[in-house]
């Protein structure tokens, strides 16, 4: 197998991901030109600095959303949420059950009767009215002490994620990302009885 150079791999990335950014930093510049055509985010002569590589990381040609990378949601498996890579902890085991739930509905809403039946198999009364209101706070408490109070929602009588503030595997998924495609093993939130992905 021939080696691979830095302007193979960058090809090899953009196959898979278009819009990834690619930043060469080399002692060669005749490469540049190729770099350009590649749609590089950047291109540093070797020595570089501190400052040139903060520049270019800067000036990336996608900007990178911090808030949504902060924030992932591992559904296939074991469901997880992640906080900068770190799984969030949850001092309710139903809270964060309500969480993957919100999250597997994709941003659709739900209404308190639906989530009592998911969460607790019952009917909708006033216990699990008012279990449900205690495991929304716990999970609202939960995600606020790490800054992402704003990902659940709550209207009139429903409850949803927004989906623009994290990302996820399962919406990878949705939208046809080969890689999300290729790690699907049939496993999806596997804890969860009501868990399936269509």
């Known amino acids: 197998m021939p080696e691979m150079n830095g302007i193979d791999l960058a090809k090899a990335l953009k196959g898979f991901k278009p819009k990834i950014n690619v930043i060469f930093c080399t002692g060669y510049s005749e490469y540049m030109q190729q770099a350009i055509s590649l749609h590089a985010s950047g291109y540093l002569l070797k020595p570089s600095d501190k400052e040139k590589v903060k520049e270019a990381i800067d000036n990336l040609l996608y900007p990178l959303d911090p808030i949504k990378n902060h924030f992932y949601a591992k ?77 659940v929602k709550k209207g009139y009588n429903t409850y949803w994620v ?6 996820s595997d399962l919406f990878d998924y949705t939208k046809g990302d080969p890689q999300a495609i290729n790690s699907y093993t049939g496993e ?6 009501w868990a399936f992905l269509e």
């Open 188 to 193: 999806f939130m596997i804890q969860y009885e």
């Open 75 to 151: 559904t296939f498996g074991s469901f997880d949420f992640y906080v900068d890579g770190v799984p969030l902890r949850f001092s309710r085991s139903k809270s964060k059950e309500l969480l993957a739930y919100l999250i597997s509905l994709q941003g659709a809403t739900a209404n308190r009767k639906e989530i009592s039946a998911i969460l607790f198999e019952d009917e909708y009364n006033l216990k699990t009215q008012n279990y449900l209101s205690k495991i929304y706070k716990d999970l609202i408490e939960t995600l606020s002490a790490v800054g992402a109070k704003n990902i």
């Open 162 to 167: 927004d989906v623009s503030l994290f990302s």
